[in-house]
């Protein structure tokens, strides 16, 4: 792993003191160090710029220098370029970024010494195609949520498994969370928390107008289609990781199942899962 990309969130890194910290150290060993051109000119080091879109396809790891949210932000590039992903802890869980601030000429150290490991997460792919016939695909990391967004009704979603009518919820949304996502979004809507090696993925209705409506867990091997039941003026909100990809009306065909991509984090802690559950989760609403 010779050639490293940078990615920084400047609302995390506003100076970026701690990239400039890491781009120091990385090119002291030896390191091909890479990043986009804005965030080159920022730190004074013109000559590591190259276009956004390239990091994917030159470097061999891309570390990301933010917080979990920073690493879902290029998970869906990294994964079409089978790009391991590391990323340095700036804000406040940390579920997958794995290097803190103060441990990172210790934890880089572990990278040029090859003392790590590479877990590869589950991803879910999503397909949408449009009244018009144009077909969206999308990659999450996390989850796709499928949402009623700011309007004020509740909304109803019919939800199909494998083609067979599962059931259909009066809600402000739907999750399907992978499960590294299960302890995100998905936990927060009640759904249950999984092992990130588990081979399924979970299927959370959000706020449901019902008293019965519960998490389904869902195989790897299974297919869900989502239909909108609502007026036509009413958008639906489909967010993908977080970020709002586009709005829905009962006339587009939403599938989502397993990916063919998966994304490959390189873990440097040696913290295990539930260790990191305790620590980010329980210990910190004592």
């Known amino acids: ?24 150290w990385l090119i002291e060993k030896g390191f091909n160090v890479y990043a986009a051109h804005h965030i080159a000119q920022k730190l004074g080091q013109h000559s590591i710029g190259i276009n956004e879109e390239e990091i994917y396809k030159l470097c061999d790891i891309v570390i990301t220098i933010g917080g ?26 940390g579920f997958l970024a794995d290097i803190e601030p103060a441990d990172i000429d210790y934890s880089l150290s572990k990278l040029l010494e090859k003392d790590y490991r590479i877990e590869e997460r589950m991803m879910l792919r999503v397909k ?3 009244p018009n016939g144009q077909e969206h695909i999308f990659h999450a990391l996390n989850d796709v949520n499928i949402s009623r967004g700011s309007f004020s009704r509740i909304a109803e979603f019919e939800i199909l498994v494998n083609g ?46 019902t008293i019965y409506s519960k998490s389904i867990i ?13 007026h ?18 009962p006339n587009h065909f939403i599938a989502i199942q397993k990916s063919s991509y998966v994304t490959r984090l390189v873990k440097l802690s040696e913290l295990n899962f539930f260790e990191i559950l305790r620590k980010k989760i329980v210990e910190r609403r004592r």
Do not use: F, W
């Not at 969130?9 to 400039?20: A, P, R, S, V, Y």
């Not at 979990?68 to 869980?93: F, M, Q, Y």
């Open 128 to 130: 949408v195609i449009a």
């Open 68 to 93: 979990d949210g920073t690493i879902l932000s290029v998970a869906e590039k990294a994964c079409i370029s089978d790009v391991p992903i590391v990323g340095v802890n700036l804000g406040r869980l």
């Open 164 to 209: 067979d009518l599962c059931d259909i919820y009066p809600a402000d949304g739907v999750i399907l969370s992978t499960p590294t996502g299960s302890t995100a979004y998905n936990l927060s809507a009640g759904g249950p928390i999984a092992l990130p090696d588990a081979k399924s993925y979970i299927l959370t209705p959000v706020c449901p107008h």
């Open 232 to 249: 036509e003026s009413m958008n639906i909100e489909l967010n993908v990781d977080g970020k709002m990809k586009m709005y829905l009306t």
């Open 1 to 24: 792993m010779k050639k490293v990309g940078i990615v920084p969130n400047l609302l995390k890194d506003k100076e970026l003191e701690i990239t400039q910290i890491v781009v120091n």
């Open 218 to 230: 869902l195989s790897e091997e299974d297919t869900v289609q989502i239909k909108i039941c609502h």
